[in-house]
């Protein structure tokens, strides 16, 4: 899926707001793109707060790396979100972010559990690689493997991809995982190691989603 150049700007914009307004990102950490057509992504700048960046300094890459439009440098992480939108090209929006306490249970090896309904139904299927040297191919070929079971890839030490085919749904996932392991982290402090959502309540989505022949979300269920 894809969109055209003016929409994928806009709602890559929006979304650097919303992440970093929302904590998922501190400073210049975190970039994001969007499938312009059949072989072209548009991504944001290296160095640049996602809270700051306009849609005239988005850079346009070719699927083979290559700049095809804009006079700054390509974000960092180019290589993964490059490698993302290969091995899947149902998805629109990539979201690599570094939310904190998602991050810190990684790092530590405690498990991210899904809790409520909310983190159950916008999570769902997740992925964790070992540390990787950001920004290298290694990491991108990890992370692109990875995807093939998972909307989300947790990279150890490092940070988060998320990817959809909705960049509301791109953001109610990133947001999710990172209230997620805030929920996980309290609760350990609590003492508890168990608490998941009810398994049922997925089994029910899922079932109702194969009646309606796709994904069902924001509609009240």
């Not at 998922?24 to 312009?36: F, M």
């Not at 057509?37 to 809270?51: E, F, H, N, R, Y």
């Not at 540390?131 to 940070?159: I, K, N, Q, R």
Request: glycine share 10%.
């Amino acid at each position: 899926m894809s969109l055209d150049h003016a929409t994928a700007a806009t709602a890559i914009v929006r979304l650097g707001r919303r992440v970093a307004g929302a904590d998922l990102v501190v400073g210049a950490g975190g970039n994001i793109s969007a499938r312009i057509g059949a072989d072209k992504i548009l991504v944001t700048p290296s160095g640049w707060a996602l809270d700051e960046v306009g849609e005239g300094d988005l850079v346009v890459l070719g699927l083979d790396g290559e700049v095809r439009a804009g006079t700054a440098k390509p974000s960092s992480e180019a290589n993964t979100h490059l490698a993302a939108h290969r091995a899947r090209p149902d998805i629109t929006i990539a979201l690599h972010l570094h939310p904190p306490h998602a991050n810190l249970l990684t790092a530590t090896g405690h498990g991210i559990r899904l809790i409520t309904l909310d983190h159950a139904y916008y999570v769902r299927r997740w992925a964790t690689v070992p540390y990787l040297p950001s920004g290298t191919e290694e990491l991108a070929d990890a992370v692109a493997g990875a995807l093939g079971d998972a909307d989300v890839v947790l990279m150890a030490h490092h940070g988060c991809l998320v990817v959809s085919s909705d960049a509301e749904v791109a953001f109610e996932r990133a947001a999710n995982l990172e209230a997620a392991a805030t929920a996980t982290f309290r609760a350990l402090l609590l003492g508890d190691t168990t608490t998941v959502c009810p398994p049922e309540y997925l089994e029910r989505m899922q079932s109702l989603e194969a009646e309606a022949g796709g994904p069902v979300y924001g509609k009240g269920v």
